[in-house]
Structure formats: C-alpha cells, structure tokens
C-alpha cells in the first residue's frame, strides 16, 4: 500500500509554469506506475501524464503534451509534474495516483491516490 501527498499549486498567470510533487510512502515506490489526473469543477477527473515503474517509459494528454513533463525520483519517493506555458484551461485540482507494477490512462485503473492539489491559471 502507498499513500500519496501532492503539493506545489498554487495561482498563477497565463505564461508561467509550476511544478507540482507528490510524495509517496513506503518502500517500494520504485515498483508503482504513477499518474497524474486533473479535475476542474463540474467536470470529470482526467488524465494528465503518466511515467512507468521504471521510469522509461511515459506518456501525456494531448492537451498537456509539450507544455508538462512528468518525472519521478525514486530515491526520493517522488513524482513531479512540471508544467509550463499554463493556460487558464489548466485551472483544476491536480490529483496524483499509484498502481502496482503498471500504469494507466484511465482513472479507474488506480487504486491509490492523494487528496490533490490546487492550480489556479488566471488570464
């Protein structure tokens, strides 16, 4: 089992960047797939950007793809996601997720997650 605390958000403009961590507990962290989802108000949660247990291998929403990179450092039991060029559709609760050995695009393939964290883009 692994529990997650994201941090990070925050408001800014249009043009600037944050980067948000998620931190997770445990020993084993290096053997989960981590995501990252979002979810603004009156909308579905969606995803953002995934990174394998390995790390090799990663992948995004075409919305995000060139703007946001996801990381992770495993000896820090941790997840970034870095996001650039924010656009006020950026605006929404960004949620990190877990799941064992693999990972996923699809919010109902993960079974841990933190409680999320507010980004705030203003025009």
């Known amino acids: ?49 995934a990174i394998s247990w390995t790390g090799g291998t990663t992948y995004y929403a075409d919305s995000v793809k060139g703007r946001f990179t996801i990381s992770r450092d495993n000896a820090k039991n941790t997840v970034y996601l870095q996001m650039n060029s924010l656009k006020p559709e950026d ?15 699809y919010v109902y393939d993960y079974p841990y997650w933190g409680q999320g964290t507010q980004v705030t883009v203003s025009s």
């Not at 507990?25 to 979810?39: I, L, V």
């Not at 605006?91 to 695009?105: E, H, I, K, L, V």
């Open 1 to 49: 089992q692994v529990q997650l605390v994201e941090s990070g958000g925050g408001l800014v403009q249009a043009g600037d960047s944050l980067r948000l961590s998620c931190a997770a507990s445990g020993r084993t962290f290096n053997k989960y797939g981590m995501g990252w989802f979002r979810q603004a108000p009156g909308k579905e949660r969606e995803f953002v950007a």
């Open 91 to 105: 605006t929404a609760g960004y949620y990190c997720a877990a799941r064992f050995r693999s990972d996923s695009y």
